[in-house]
T-cell receptor
Framework: DAGVIQSPRHEVTEMGQEVTLRCKPISGHNSLFWYRQTMMRGLELLIYFNNNVPIDDSGMPEDRFSAKMPNASFSTLKIQPSEPRDSAVYFC????????????FGPGTRLTVL | QKEVEQNSGPLSVPEGAIASLNCTYSDRGSQSFFWYRQYSGKSPELIMFIYSNGDKEDGRFTAQLNKASQYVSLLIRDSQPSDSATYLCAVNQQGGNTPLVFGKGTRLSVIA
């Protein structure tokens, strides 16, 4: 079975540009999580969805960040406009939610904002 | 703010020794506990989880949970250089479909 799929794997952009990160969760999983990882702050939860519905976005740093999950197979995290301090690795994770609370991570997107 | 605390390390152990990684958590109502391994430049991967007080063994790995002390540990027996990585402790504080809360990780270095 395919794991969590993320694209792109690397993104280099200039300050002020819009960035869109994509995630396909494991088929049949009903929870999806977006994390950001930096050396200083570790792994931070940005937002999570249950059954495609956003449950908690309190971790989203500011209004420049937005996330959507239009269906069970796809989610996006958008940053507009991007800033150098947004440079980090962004992970998507999913969980089946049926008797298991194990989260499975995608390979991540390394974002560099110049 | 409910927290999960880990010593950042690095923890250095010689090859063949036992590596002991520790984690404390602040939410006494936490229900499930996880250890993830993260190699440099890679994503976290699950090593094992534990729900009940006591020990749980899986190959060279043993997870230990003490809910009274709010303490979780991971022992790695016969450590190998390939075990060198960052180990993340994660806790499900509320149960159900709520997110795991992660510690910042302990970097382990196994010296050949």
């Amino acid at each position: 079975d395919a794991g969590v799929i993320q694209s792109p794997r690397h993104e280099v952009t200039e300050m002020g540009q819009e960035v869109t990160l994509r995630c396909k969760p494991i088929s049949g999983h009903n929870s999806l999580f977006w994390y950001r990882q930096t050396m200083m702050r570790g792994l931070e939860l940005l937002i999570y969805f249950n059954n495609n519905v956003p449950i908690d976005d309190s971790g989203m740093p500011e209004d420049r960040f937005s996330a959507k999950m239009p269906n069970a197979s796809f989610s996006t995290l958008k940053i507009q406009p991007s800033e150098p301090r947004d440079s980090a690795v962004y992970f998507c994770a999913s969980r089946s939610g049926r008797g298991s609370d194990t989260q499975y991570f995608g390979p991540g997107t390394r974002l560099t904002v110049l | 703010q409910k927290e999960v605390e880990q010593n950042s390390g690095p923890l250095s152990v010689p090859e063949g020794a036992i590596a002991s990684l520790n984690c404390t958590y602040s939410d006494r109502g936490s229900q499930s506990f996880f250890w993830y391994r993260q190699y440099s430049g890679k994503s976290p991967e699950l090593i094992m989880f534990i729900y009940s007080n006591g020990d749980k063994e899986d190959g060279r790995f043993t997870a230990q949970l003490n809910k009274a002390s709010q303490y979780v540990s991971l022992l790695i027996r016969d450590s190998q250089p390939s075990d060198s990585a960052t180990y993340l402790c994660a806790v499900n504080q509320q149960g159900g479909n709520t997110p795991l809360v992660f510690g910042k990780g302990t970097r382990l270095s196994v010296i050949a």
